[in-house]
């Protein structure tokens, strides 16, 4: 068996206030704090443990100020993976994936990726606009994991989250 660690590059991509920066920060820093700088992007280098091996995560706190949702070519050439996020509160953010998505795979020429989509913001039960059963159903229609998490309210499904997509590379990797 080679002894060498793995290392997982996650580019967070999505509309704008989804809660990319609060997803980033909440795996990273296991804190949720509320407001984050609209403007940076960030790159974060972590390490921790992903089913008893160590992993190192780098992390791409994207910006969205245009439709490409922050999937610029030299993001998508430098990443492992893909993390789409919406908000469950937003039906805008929901439908802006599928353009997202798009424009990932023209410019990966069609090359796969591993992906994760993610439904942010379920805390906020009474401002629903966008039901569980449609945020699977686009994950089976991508062939990816799905999974609806709290950046604000919960620290463990926001690690399964990133947990879950490096698992995603690794088999990719394997593959
Ligand atoms: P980004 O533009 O995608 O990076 O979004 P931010 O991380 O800056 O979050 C946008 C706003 O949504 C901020 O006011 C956050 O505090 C808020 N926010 C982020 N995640 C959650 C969440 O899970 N629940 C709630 N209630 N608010 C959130
Ligand atoms: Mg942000």
């Known amino acids: 068996k080679k002894s060498s660690f793995a290392e997982t590059k996650v580019a967070v991509l999505g509309p704008h206030g989804v809660g990319k920066s609060a997803l980033s920060v909440r795996f990273l820093t296991k804190r949720f704090i509320g407001e984050y700088d609209q403007s940076a992007e960030s790159k974060y280098k972590y390490t921790t443990n992903v089913d008893g ?55 990966r020429k069609g090359a796969s990726i591993p992906m994760i989509l993610i439904g942010n913001k379920r805390d906020l039960a009474h401002m629903r606009e966008v039901s569980t059963e449609e945020g699977e159903k686009l994950a089976v229609e991508y ?28 088999e990719f990797k394997r593959r």
């Open 143 to 170: 062939g990816c994991p799905f999974l609806e998490v709290s950046a604000s309210e919960d620290v463990d499904t926001v690690t399964e989250a990133f947990h879950k997509v490096s698992r995603e590379v690794i």
């Open 53 to 107: 091996e160590t992993m190192i995560f780098e992390v791409l706190d994207t910006v969205s100020e245009n439709e490409d949702c922050g999937a610029r070519d030299d993001v998508l050439r430098w990443t492992d993976c893909i993390m789409l996020v919406y908000s469950v509160v937003s039906r805008k953010s929901f439908d802006a994936i599928p353009e997202l998505k798009k424009t990932i795979e023209e410019s």
